[in-house]
């Protein structure tokens, strides 16, 4: 009863307490952002990370969340720095990138534009095999392409984790493809492909 009356008191003095999410812009001014932390060794029972992430529409009057998750971890990690990596690898394949491909069907519809008469990453990959692999078969990719004016933009407060995005390589974190199940090669590559 106690729990249930301290349950109950918190709702009613608090129904006032609201988010207030704003939409100013046209969606060329706009970009997703990811921002993601974990904990390390937060759990007192068995030493796991929580990895969480939100991921947010914004543009300059515009802030709007979209998604977010809260996950504990399936391994110990042994840093701060391997925690948070994986955290972010975890958000940018489940949340980042499946929003990603949903904006830009967003922004093309919202704008009127003609995906196929703008450059894509699939035109260019298209152009490459033909001209250097024309024995090769394409294959198109089962997803529709990016518009070019879509972003992302991943927000990491670790310097640890932010000096290995920027070198394109994590020598120590050699082990968290075993021990994490997570394979942190095509991050580092988009860190380093993609424009910042």
């Not at 970009?31 to 529409?57: C, E, H, I, P, Y």
Request: proline residues 6%.
């Amino acid at each position: 009863d106690k729990r249930m009356e301290r349950l109950i008191s918190y709702i009613h003095h608090t129904k006032y307490w609201t988010h207030h999410h704003y939409v100013g812009d046209p969606p060329e001014h706009c970009f997703l952002a990811l921002f993601q932390d974990a904990s390390f060794a937060g759990d007192a029972v068995d030493s796991k990370s929580t990895s969480g992430g939100l991921l947010v529409l914004v543009g300059p009057n515009t802030f709007v969340p979209l998604n977010w998750l809260c996950k504990k971890q399936t391994a110990v990690s042994h840093s701060s720095t391997e925690a948070e990596i994986i955290s972010l690898e975890s958000i940018m394949r489940v949340e980042g990138l499946p929003m990603l491909n949903l904006w830009s069907q967003i922004f093309t519809v919202l704008e009127g534009t003609d995906p196929k008469k703008q450059v894509t990453l699939d035109d260019a990959m298209k152009e490459y095999y033909s001209v250097s692999l024309e024995s090769v078969d394409y294959m198109p990719a089962s997803l529709p392409p990016l518009v070019a004016n879509t972003r992302l933009v991943m927000v990491e407060n670790n310097n640890a984790v932010i000096k290995m995005l920027k070198k394109g390589r994590a020598p120590t974190m050699a082990h968290v493809s075993r021990t994490h199940r997570c394979n942190l090669d095509w991050l580092l590559e988009r860190s380093i492909s993609d424009p910042c």
